[in-house]
């Protein structure tokens, strides 16, 4: 059975949807933030030496960093889906995505916007023609940037994929499995 560490209100929203997206049975081990710090309790770093949500156990195998533990979840259960083809160019855009979110455009995500605005006019998802797990893991950053403000209407794109994110029947049950989600670290 694949156990979620799961802070609430926390980018381990992402690893939920991302079991659902792929119909795989997992079970969550919840934590809650010091209300007033906002902070993870001391005991995620009996998971984890970082104490950062999400981490991930399967198979004897402790996963931290949403990027690796996505990319870890969508080889070893996929099963070809959530993934383009390997050898592609979609492939290359895919792993650039899931390496990008978290490397470049949540450390400075006002300066990324007009570029992902740009990415997003060729086909509406980050990595080819049809939603993959690389949107899951954008999700987080443009979701950042609309709650903290710098992402309004005036991104269209960006704006859109948002909306077609928040129809997907899996992430609204990661939300009813995982708890509220409002983005605030
Ligand atoms: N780059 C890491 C970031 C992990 C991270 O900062 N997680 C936040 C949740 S959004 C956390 O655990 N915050 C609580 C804390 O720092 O005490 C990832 O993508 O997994």
């Known amino acids: 059975m694949i156990t979620v560490h799961h802070l609430n209100n926390s980018r381990s929203h992402r690893i939920l ?48 960093e949403s990027g690796a533990i996505i990319e870890y979840l969508v080889d070893r259960y996929g099963d070809g889906r959530l993934k383009p083809p390997s050898g592609t160019t979609q492939e290359l855009r895919y792993t650039y995505w899931l390496h990008y979110a978290e490397g470049s455009a949540m450390p400075q995500i006002k300066r990324h916007l007009s570029f992902m605005e740009a990415e997003l006019e060729q086909t509406g998802w980050f990595a080819g023609d049809e939603f993959t797990a690389a949107d899951v893991q954008m999700s987080f ?45």
Do not use: C
């Open 17 to 64: 949807w991302l079991l659902e997206e792929l119909g795989l049975d997992y079970e969550i081990r919840p934590y809650q933030r010091d209300p007033e710090t906002m902070l993870a309790p001391d005991s995620l770093m009996q998971v984890h030496p970082l104490g950062k949500s999400p981490v991930v156990i399967d198979q004897g195998n402790t996963l931290a």
């Open 141 to 185: 950053p443009l979701e950042a940037a609309a709650t903290r403000g710098g992402l309004d209407g005036s991104w269209p794109q960006l704006t859109d994929f948002l909306q077609r994110i928040h129809g997907r029947a899996a992430y609204h049950v990661a939300l009813e499995r995982g708890g509220p989600y409002e983005l605030l670290s």
